[in-house]
Every structure is written in C-alpha cells, then in structure tokens.
C-alpha cells in the first residue's frame, strides 16, 4: 500500500511531527508498504532514507500561508508523479487545508492532530483565535481523523462532536551502548544531574524548573538543561540568566543521536514541567530508559506515565522544588518506577506496536 505523507518541516530536523512521520515511514517501509514523505525543507530536493522517498518542498510565503501553499504543491506532485497512492495522510491543518484536491481524484484523506497548538502561550490572543478557527474548520471538513493522545481524541468528541481515533506516538527502545563523550564534555558523572531535555520554549516551563531548582538548596546534584529555540532568543537569554545563578546548572544546546540517548540513560531523574503537550516524546524516551520522571500533572502526561510519575502542579515554583528535594530524599524508594516506566512503553508505546495499529486503521479506510 502506497501512502502520502503531507506536512511537517525537513524530516532530518526531526522535531515532533517529523519523528512521527520518519518512524512511522520507516517500520512501514520494513513491513511491505511503500511511504512517501512531502516536507517543507530549505531546498527542492528527492531522496531517499530507510528505503522510503522523501520529497522536499522549499519554503514559500508567511509561516502559515507557507504550510498551506506546500500542503497544496504537496498534493499536486503526488496526484501526478504517485498515481498509484491511495492514502493521503495530513499533519496538521494548514497542509489540510489541500486535502480536498486529493479528495477530488477520489483518494481517501486522513487529518492527523498533533497537539492543540493554538493552545501555547508563545500565540496572541488574535493567532490563538484564528488558529482554533481552523482547526475547527479543518475538523468540519474532514471525516478521517487520527491524533497522537487520547487527550485531543476527547477534546475533539466534546468541542466539536467529531469522532477521531487515538493513534499515540512511539519511540525506539534504547540500545546497548552509545559512543559519546558528553559526560565528560559538561564534566557530569552517573545520576548526579537532574535533566530536562527538550525545545526552550515558554510551555515546557524551563524557567520555572531552574528557578525551583536554585530556591531548593540541593547540593551534590545538577541541573541539565538541553535544548535549544533560535526563534525566541529573548527566553533563551532569559534562561541563561536565571542559570547564571547557580554554578550547577548547565546549558549543553541542543542534543541528538548518542548525546541524546546518554543524557537520557544516566541522569539522576528526568524533568518535564510543562503547562501543555501533545504526548511527549522525551517523556517516552525517558521512561524506555528506566528513568524517575518528574512531569506535570497534566493529561497528556498521565496518559505516557500512567500511575508512575512524581506529579508536579506546572507553574508552580514551589512545588516544583518540593518535588526534586522529594526525589532527592526517596530516591530508593521511588525506582521501583523505573521498571514501571520501562514496561508501560514496551506495552503501549513503541513504533513496532503503533505500526501495526496504524496499519490496521488504514485497511480499515480502504475498505470500507
């Protein structure tokens, strides 16, 4: 089965909708189907990766007018050079927005949510309002609708009485090794740093973790901050600002691949305070590597961690110190978690298993 994937920015950045789409196109490559990933890129260029295609569109236009201009260019190259697709998937409402070209030549077209973005408070009241507009918008016209939590699936049944399928997102389970030296380049050892890792950006509450983490006191123990946002350097001076407080609290920029994963498997507990989230996949990443999460008490937090999070109230400076002292002082008791954590990703959460469900999901589609 040929499958259009529309939407997203240049998969190698692989932020949230371009790991979906990367994992999803790879272990659907490796079980006999044939993916196609469009994407908006900094150049026009096809390649090849994982044995799928991938094509990039550059970049035209606003930011939004942008997705909905791709989303349109999209849509006509696939009709014209992969006739022989059936499925049409979107990410996210502006490449949707084109869905009804493909609708015309008798495709079948699925909507894919991947947060309620008009939620984040890096929006203005206006941006929110027109953002929510075309969601709802988007909702209206499409009949095939899939979303990354159960969250957004409820949301969706109770603002706008739309049915939609929950199909989460997933990561890899860790390997054995990793060949980095970022320990010893930021001068940590073995579970003496707390770790948030992830974009720097007002919703996941960075801020707020560092200014609880210099009130606590705590001693023999970091703070890691990893991640960066070209887009908002304000914050990220702002972050380094209140860092500069503390001799502890360390800013690596952003990480990937092996830096990445070792970060994750040998922090001391991983943090992720955040006011709003689609379902997050450090989160995942930090419980497949059997770590002590702090998350706040949020839904999409609840549904990765289940029963096994130390819970924290986001915005909350002094709950927030609470807990990591919390953590510092029970940390015996507490890893009976890691385990936990472990087998609630192996059971729900990894790509082989979501594969399989979105698999299911489009023979369904095509034959109804």
């Not at 059936?86 to 409402?93: E, L, R």
């Not at 049915?163 to 054995?176: G, K, R, Y």
């Not at 800013?251 to 305070?273: N, R």
């Not at 959460?349 to 109804?368: C, E, H, P, Q």
Request: net charge neutral; charged share 25%; glycine share 6%.
């Amino acid at each position: 089965m040929k499958i259009i994937f529309i939407g997203g920015r240049d998969i190698h950045q692989l932020g949230g909708i371009e790991n979906y789409m990367y994992n999803l196109a790879t272990y659907l490559k490796n079980k006999g189907h044939e993916p196609v990933v469009f994407c908006e890129s900094d150049r026009n260029q096809v390649e090849y990766v994982n044995g799928f295609k991938i094509v990039h569109n550059q970049s035209i236009g606003g930011r939004y007018l942008c997705k909905i201009l791709l989303g349109h260019k999209a849509t006509i190259q696939a009709l014209f050079k992969e006739r022989d697709a059936k499925i049409y998937h979107y990410n996210g409402w502006g490449p949707t927005m084109a869905a009804w070209l493909a609708a015309v030549f008798g495709k079948t077209i699925l909507y894919q949510s991947h947060g309620l973005e008009w939620k984040r408070t890096k929006y203005t009241s206006r941006q929110q309002l027109i953002m929510k507009f075309m969601e709802w918008l988007t909702l209206k016209l499409m009949k095939n609708i899939t979303a990354v939590s159960q969250e957004q699936t409820d949301f969706f049944l109770t603002e706008y009485g739309k049915q939609c399928v929950s199909i989460p997102t997933a990561v890899n389970l860790p390997a054995d090794a990793y060949e980095s030296n970022i320990l010893e380049k930021f001068n940590l050892e073995i579970e003496d740093y707390y770790l948030y890792l992830g974009r720097l950006v007002q919703d996941k509450n960075p801020d707020y973790l560092i200014k609880a983490f210099n009130k606590s006191g705590i001693e023999g123990k970091k703070l890691v901050i990893a991640g960066s946002n070209d887009a908002d350097l304000q914050y990220v001076k702002y972050l380094h600002e209140l860092g500069a407080q503390n001799p502890n609290v360390i800013f690596t920029g952003a990480v990937y691949g092996d830096d990445k994963e070792m970060l994750l498997s040998k922090c001391f507990a991983f943090c992720l305070p955040s006011t709003l989230e689609g379902l997050p996949i450090t989160l995942l990443e930090a419980m497949s590597h059997k770590r002590i999460c702090l998350a706040s008490d949020i839904p999409a937090n609840k549904e990765a961690l289940g029963d096994n999070g130390v819970w924290v109230k986001y915005e909350d400076v002094d709950d927030l110190c609470d807990k990591l002292l919390h953590i510092l002082k029970n940390h015996k008791d507490l890893e009976i978690q890691k385990e936990s954590n472990y087998k609630r990703v192996v059971d729900n959460f990894t790509w082989g298993r979501v594969s399989d469900l979105y698999i299911k999901y489009m023979k369904n589609l095509t034959d109804a």
